[in-house]
């Protein structure tokens, strides 16, 4: 298994613009999960999904920012328009039985 | 929700030493304790976890101890070494079982360094 995949690795953007992440979960897992990490805030959780249903969105910070998952292994994570305060890297993980697998990460710059 | 209180944010020891980590949280309904080390710009990545239905768990130098009623767990690395180093986050979560597993609540991470 290739384990959780994300792309982009790296993303540097303009202020205003719109960004957007992608996850693909490890087959087979039906819980995903978005992160945001930073130094200050540590790891924040935005948003989770089980079986492709959003079950948890409190964490998600303002309108700015949607997350979808139209089928069992796509889902994305959305900014728009980001802000320099988006910055941080952000972490897809996907789970069946309670332990996460992360995904290696999206860096996140908005300049 | 469910706080999680990780202790200390930085710790340094000598190779061979022993290390502990301690977490406390704060929803008597959690009942899924894992444990992630990350090394420096890459993922979180699973080492341990516990149950609530098991005190301790051991896998080779690493031990997780639970204590359910003062709602704290430790991390137990013995005969450390430099490629220990790295962040280690507690986190813990409620699992209301089958297939449906929900959300982790993290601790702010230690990082741990090893100096040979």
């Known amino acids: 298994d290739a384990g959780v995949i994300q792309s982009p690795r790296h993303e540097v953007t303009e202020m205003g613009q719109e960004v957007t992440l992608r996850c693909k979960p490890i087959?087979?897992?039906?819980?995903l999960f978005w992160y945001r990490q930073t130094m200050m805030r540590g790891l924040e959780l935005l948003i989770y999904f089980n079986n492709n249903v959003p079950i948890d969105d409190s964490g998600m910070p303002e309108d700015r920012f949607s997350a979808k998952m139209p089928n069992a292994s796509f889902s994305t994570l959305k900014i728009q328009p980001s802000e320099p305060r988006d910055s941080a890297v952000y972490f897809c993980a996907s789970s069946l039985t309670g332990g996460y697998t992360f995904g290696s990460g999206t860096r996140l710059t908005v300049v | 929700g469910e706080n999680v209180e990780q202790h200390p944010s930085t710790l340094s020891v000598q190779e061979g030493d022993s290390a502990v980590i301690k977490c406390t949280y704060s929803?008597?309904?959690?009942?899924?304790f894992p444990w992630y080390k990350q090394e420096l710009g890459k993922r979180p990545q699973l080492i341990i976890d516990?149950?609530?239905?098991?005190g301790e768990k051991k896998d080779q130098r690493i031990a997780v101890t639970l204590n359910k009623t003062a709602k704290h767990f430790s991390l137990h690395i013995t005969e450390t070494q430099p490629e220990d180093s790295a962040v280690y986050f507690c986190?813990?979560?409620?699992?209301?079982?089958?297939?449906?597993?929900?959300?982790?609540?993290f601790g702010q991470g230690t990082i741990l360094t090893v100096h040979p």
């Open positions: 986190a813990a979560s409620v699992n209301t079982g089958g297939t449906s597993y929900g959300k982790l609540t």
């Open positions: 087959s087979g897992h039906n819980s």
């Open positions: 929803d008597s309904a959690s009942n899924y």
């Open positions: 516990i149950r609530s239905n098991v």
